[in-house]
């Protein structure tokens, strides 16, 4: 077999499966089409009817049945995936046979002369799934049905036409004493203008809607019925108005989820109830606002030409109204602070309409009034269309400062005292805060902002460090963490310090004027070192002087405080000795520890005042020693409280269905319709909020007193309520009760020890 005869196989499987799939479906569709040409032939519709019934169904599922089997879209490279999945043979190799030489390489073409024999020695026993038989097996049985059918047609034409002919006076008394059912029923559903969603008309009872939209029921019953009306929510019952041509009908306006049901009364004085349908209402969600690329504090250098971008977008459900921004300029500081509000508009776009807007605006803060030092906050405020109170948001709150850089500092007198603390002092809390955003920014700043915002809470670390070192009485960093011996250090030396005279040390004793120079800091400091037994310039020795200024006694704190508040100051060393060499990482188990200890520090040095004791009132010296205890009351308060029941009625109920359940033969009577009924009123209170979960329940209590259960379904529908009643009880709190023991514990174990050693 050559190559070109190998592609006309292939396309002549290709026809042959084509074929043999139509004539199925053919086959199919005229078993349908004979059956839907019989049955409605046989109840009496028109030669036409039936035929144009018959044709359309047998084309509709013909056309659907090569649609599901691709038969319109078949091609030669299909019939080769079938045979490389079903012919190992082949080594998956069959599509090369469509492919000419030229399109090949040297391997894919010795790989198809491969294929083409191995498709020759297979094609005899090619078998192409079809299921031809199965389709002719279904029209033999249609064609069956059909002879049967029209072997019945003569003898229901003549019963049908003998119950025309005798029966009307018949019918007509049934028509009468049949009680009115609902014979057509149409829902309109209007939402409300501001949504711009159009006017929906359905049939089924239970409905989904906007917030605020207008319903109206249009209902049509079989015959004659008095006092229509429908009882929303099982408490409101609204009358249905009739029209001149019988039709009722009712519009109102919902705006909260619920359920409801339809009532009337018969011409012969019985009360009727549908089914209990819920109403789901969708509300109108408040809008979204998100503010782009703008931190909440941002601190700016002052200049004429600041600004601020502020990139908002809006979005709402139905649509937005009105969007602004209030801002408010804080000026001043201390009690001679001042704010001004303001109400700015976006400037793009100018006006706020429609379901998704990106707003923007440049605040220029010269034109704000704002000068070094000022603040201002402000927010994003956005309403929607909602009638007749629009939903309303607002975003968080953003703070932009203007950095004040002409503060001065005035000091008349070397000999004052100056307050040299900075205006803002980091707690240890805030250091960990700045720590953890730093660690969670690291890979969205440079190398070089990542080090310098590290090195400068370092800085924080150490201003912190030194404050409380101040509490504790040390007045230089040598105080603090490892020391070296004092008699090892060489006084004498005279080498020069190159990194004093030429740099400028960060990690001096009292960078910036942190902490308050003492005078005599340095002889204080000489004096401490001073060895035990050496007298001072008074002749006293020096281990019988009590020192006010060293740094062991030179504290607030009791022993155990200071000890915590010394650890915790060597723990600052670590980290901020971490935080200088830019590993954040490290330094934040030092500052969680640091701040555990500052926080035990805080508790501990707590002083409480004990409570004075009881000062009872003097006796009256005539009563003492008379016995008389008429006056005298009981300690112990005696005192019931009375615990009411919550949904009497579904425990009563429940009662009435256990011991209804309890024999073989049931039977509903009169007493457990009442129970069901009131227990039904109590449920429907709980089907407002959850209607999908008790909506079946109620109405299978309507169905079983209205006597609408068939005597087989009672249990059935009996232990459904049941199921409900007991998940709508809520679940049992512990409550105190009175104890029955008269003797204690101790007492109880004492008598059985003495009944085991007799």
């Not at 109590?682 to 089907?687: D, I, K, M, P, R």
Request: aromatic share 8%; charged share 25%; glycine share 4%.
């Amino acid at each position: 077999m050559n190559e070109r005869y190998a592609r006309y196989r292939l396309h002549h499987l290709l026809r042959k499966y084509k074929l043999m799939r139509m004539s199925e479906a053919f086959v199919l569709a005229l078993a349908l089409a004979l059956i839907a040409f019989i049955v409605p032939y046989i109840f009496h519709v028109s030669l036409a009817g039936s035929l144009a019934l018959s044709i359309t169904g047998g084309i509709l599922l013909f056309l659907l049945h090569c649609e599901q089997l691709q038969l319109f879209k078949l091609n030669a490279y299909k019939v080769t995936v079938y045979l490389n999945q079903h012919f190992p043979s082949l080594q998956n190799s069959s599509d090369l046979l469509l492919k000419e030489n030229e399109e090949l390489t040297g391997l894919q073409q010795l790989q198809k002369i491969r294929t083409t024999q191995a498709f020759e020695a297979l094609y005899p026993s090619i078998r192409l799934p079809h299921r031809l038989l199965q389709a002719l097996g279904i029209l033999a049985v249609s064609i069956l049905a059909s002879f049967t059918l029209t072997s019945f047609a003569p003898l229901l034409t003549h019963q049908g036409s003998k119950i025309k002919s005798t029966g009307t006076t018949e019918n007509a008394a049934a028509t009468i004493i049949a009680p009115a059912q609902v014979k057509q029923t149409n829902i309109t559903i209007t939402p409300p203008a501001y949504t711009n969603l159009k006017a929906q008309h359905t049939t089924s009872w239970a409905l989904t809607f906007a917030e605020g939209s207008a319903i109206e029921w249009t209902v049509e019953f079989t015959a004659g019925v008095k006092n229509p009306s429908l009882i929303f929510s099982g408490k409101e019952n609204i009358p249905l108005k009739a029209s001149s041509t019988g039709i009722y009908s009712l519009r109102k306006t919902i705006n909260e989820t619920g359920f409801y049901q339809l009532a009337w009364t018969t011409e012969q004085g019985e009360t009727k109830h549908s089914d209990f349908y819920k109403l789901e209402v969708i509300k109108d969600l408040p809008p979204v606002i998100t503010v782009h690329k703008l931190n909440q504090f941002t601190e700016l250098e002052f200049s004429n030409s600041a600004t601020v971008d502020v990139h908002a977008t809006l979005a709402d459900d139905y649509g937005l109204d009105n969007a602004h921004i209030i801002a408010t300029v804080s000026k001043g500081s201390g009690e001679s602070v001042k704010f001004r509000e303001d109400k700015l508009l976006f400037e793009k776009p100018a006006t706020i309409r429609g379901k998704h807007i990106d707003a923007t605006r440049k605040l220029n803060l010269a034109r704000l009034g704002m000068e070094p030092g000022d603040e201002l906050y402000f927010y994003v405020v956005t309403f929607d269309t909602k009638q007749p109170i629009p939903n309303r948001s607002r975003t968080e709150t953003y703070f932009i400062s203007l950095r004040d850089t002409t503060k001065q500092e005035t000091v008349v007198d070397d000999g004052l005292g100056v307050d040299l603390m900075p205006d803002y002092f980091r707690s240890q809390r805030q250091i960990i805060i700045d720590t953890e955003k730093l660690l969670k920014e690291k890979k969205q700043i440079t190398k070089q902002t990542f080090q310098s915002k590290s090195n400068e809470l370092g800085y924080d670390q150490k201003v912190l460090r030194l404050r409380y070192g101040e509490f504790l009485g040390e007045e230089f960093e040598s105080g603090i963490g490892p020391q070296e011996n004092p008699a090892e250090e060489d006084h004498d030396h005279e080498e020069e310090d190159i990194t004093k005279k030429y740099g400028h040390v960060h990690d001096t004793e009292n960078e910036h004027n942190l902490v308050e120079e003492k005078k005599g800091g340095h002889d204080h400091h000489h004096h401490a070192e001073s060895k035990e037994g050496e007298a001072d310039k008074n002749g006293i020795p020096a281990g019988f002087v009590h020192e006010h200024d060293s740094e062991e006694e030179a504290t607030f704190f009791t022993q155990s405080i200071r000890a915590k508040l010394k650890a915790a100051l060597t723990i600052m060393w670590d980290a901020e000795l971490h935080l200088r060499l830019y590993e954040p990482e490290k330094s934040l188990p030092f500052q969680y520890k640091a701040l555990k200890l500052l926080k035990e520090i805080s508790q501990d040095s707590r002083i409480y005042v004990h409570r004075t004791g009881f000062d009872p009132p003097p006796l009256k010296e005539e009563k003492r020693m008379t016995g008389d205890l008429g006056e005298v009351k009981s300690a112990t308060a005696l005192a019931t409280a009375a615990r009411s029941e919550n949904y009497p009625a579904i425990r009563k109920a429940l009662q009435v269905i256990a011991s209804a359940l309890s024999p073989d033969s049931l039977h509903v009577d009169d007493e457990m319709k009442k129970n069901l009924t009131q227990a039904g009123q109590e449920l429907s209170t709980l089907a407002i909020e959850k209607p999908g979960l008790y909506l079946k329940s109620l109405s299978l209590i309507r169905a079983l007193t209205e006597n609408e259960v068939k005597p087989a379904e009672q249990r059935s529908a009996l232990k459904a309520i049941e199921t409900s009643l007991w998940r709508a009880l809520p679940a049992a709190t512990n409550a105190p009760a009175a104890s029955t023991r008269t003797l204690h514990e101790l007492d109880q174990a004492f008598i059985k020890n003495l009944r085991t050693h007799d």
